[in-house]
């Protein structure tokens, strides 16, 4: 399957970004406080990104999605996360379950 020229995504974020960051800083908009409330978003679109252009495992794209939710929840008001942060170890519990479940494949 032939593909054409792929768009820099990654660049059109940094652009984008800075020209927002640019204008909050010149006065002209406010983006600063805008931007601390909604950048979990950014985790649920990568997130959904991954899913959709690579084939490969659902882990990290379900992490950054699940993640990205529940602090956008949070900034929202919508979801108390603080207790919930001490439940950090059961990411490294899911990465290790990912790893040894993983390794049983062949790597032909």
Same mark, same amino acid.
């Given at each position: ?5 792929? +768009? ?5 974020? &940094?652009?984008?970004?800075?020209? @927002?960051? &640019? ?5 002209? +908009? ?8 909604? /950048?979990? #978003?950014? &985790?649920?679109?990568? $997130? +959904? @990104?991954? !899913? ?5 495992? #659902?882990? @990290?794209? +379900?992490?950054?999605?699940?993640? %990205?939710?529940? !602090? &956008?929840?949070?900034?929202? %008001?919508? !979801?108390?996360? $603080?207790?919930? /942060?001490?439940?950090?170890? @059961?990411?490294?519990?899911?990465? %290790? ?6 390794? %049983?494949?062949?790597?032909?």
């Amino acid at each position: 399957m032939a593909s054409g020229p792929r +768009i820099p995504f990654s660049g059109i974020l &940094l652009i984008v970004f800075g020209g @927002l960051f &640019l204008a909050d800083q010149m006065g002209v +908009i406010s983006f600063g406080q805008t931007f601390a409330q909604w /950048w979990p #978003a950014l &985790l649920i679109l990568a $997130g +959904i @990104l991954q !899913l959709v252009e690579h084939q490969g495992g #659902a882990f @990290l794209p +379900i992490t950054f999605i699940t993640v %990205g939710t529940a !602090l &956008l929840l949070s900034n929202l %008001g919508y !979801l108390q996360i $603080g207790s919930v /942060w001490r439940l950090w170890p @059961l990411a490294l519990i899911a990465l %290790g379950l990912k790893s040894v479940l993983g390794s %049983g494949k062949s790597r032909a």
